[in-house]
């Protein structure tokens, strides 16, 4: 383990909203997390776009993690989140997840969605440990046949 990797893996990440220009970033931890990647333009787009509210952790000037939703009247959609693979494991899903969720909270919104597939283990519990409940199910969803779980968290 280099210098550098040791000093990064001993820092302490920070969670904050995330920017157009950490589009570049995010791509690379969308591209490394999901079959098929999002290109940096739809990320420029979509943090570009006033309805959706973007956040990142950090460790110094590495992205390591997003979370991007986006926000219609009183509802909102989690459209996608990620933790780079070196840093899975480490429960930084949830306070990311946590803070994407106060501030969706903070906007009005009162229901927030998302889609999941099935199989994807770590995501299902990130997501029922903080308090989504199923609410429908697409059979067969995803290019892989599995099924898609529909989820739903209301606020207050
Ligand atoms: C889903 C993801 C964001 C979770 O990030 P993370 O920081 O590693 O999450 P955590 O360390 O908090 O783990 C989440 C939960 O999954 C559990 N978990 C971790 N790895 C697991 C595995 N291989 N099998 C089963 N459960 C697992 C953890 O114990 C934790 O559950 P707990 O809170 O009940 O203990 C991350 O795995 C990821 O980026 N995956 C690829 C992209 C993805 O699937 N995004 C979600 C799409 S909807």
């Known amino acids: ?4 990797t ?10 904050s909203e995330a920017r157009e220009r950490d589009a570049v970033a995010i791509a690379a931890v969308h591209a490394a997390s999901f079959q098929r990647g ?3 333009d739809e990320f420029q787009r ?8 973007a956040h990142r952790a950090t460790v110094g000037r590495t992205l390591i993690g997003f979370i991007l939703s986006r926000a219609a009247a009183d509802e909102a ?8 693979p070196a840093w899975r494991g480490r429960g930084l899903a949830r306070p990311l997840l946590d803070l994407n969720l106060r501030r969706l909270a903070g906007h ?14 770590p995501a299902c519990r990130l997501y029922r440990g903080a308090g989504f409940l199923e609410v429908g199910r697409r059979q067969g969803y995803y ?11 209301d606020f207050g």
């Open 77 to 84: 959609e989690i459209l996608s989140t990620a933790i780079a």
């Open 38 to 40: 999002w290109g940096e």
């Open 6 to 15: 040791r000093l990064l893996a001993r820092a302490e990440p920070i969670f």
């Open 108 to 121: 009005g919104v009162r229901a927030v969605f998302l889609e999941v597939d099935g199989a994807n283990a």
């Open 46 to 53: 979509l943090l570009l776009d006033r309805a959706v509210v």
């Open 143 to 153: 290019d892989s046949g599995a099924t898609a779980l529909v989820l739903r968290r």
């Open 1 to 4: 383990m280099s210098f550098v």
